[in-house]
């Protein structure tokens, strides 16, 4: 099992910047990639960011140039650094850790972006 706790949603101006953590714990060496997702309500989860073990990314076009995803092998963390934020990135953000056959979601974290 995989565990993953997330940290650092708030609230921020338009412009500003955040930075998204998410901590693995657990049967971490079956983790093939890592990444983040949102959802806002009423519509589909959408990936943001995705990170393999190999350390290839993958960016969602309304994001690219803004978000840049990372991760610390040693604290097994991914994190995601938001800059340039805009109000419609508003939403709820899911860790998620992905595996053969499974996917693990985090709690989530809420990220306003006021105008």
């Known amino acids: 099992q995989v565990q993953l706790v997330e940290s650092g949603g708030g609230l921020v101006q338009a412009g500003g910047s955040l930075r998204l953590s998410c901590a693995a714990s657990g049967s971490i060496f079956r983790i093939n990639a890592m990444g983040w997702y949102r959802q806002a309500p009423g519509k589909q989860r959408e990936l943001v960011a995705t990170?393999?073990?190999?350390?290839?990314?993958n960016y969602a076009d309304s994001v690219k140039g803004r978000f840049t995803i990372s991760r610390d092998n040693a604290k097994n963390t991914v994190y995601l650094q938001m800059n340039s934020l805009k109000p419609e990135d508003t939403t709820v953000y899911y860790c998620?850790?992905?595996?053969?056959?499974?996917?693990?979601w985090g709690q989530g974290t809420q990220v306003t972006v006021s105008s």
């Open positions: 990170i393999t073990s190999g350390g290839s990314t």
């Open positions: 998620a850790a992905q595996g053969i056959g499974y996917t693990v």
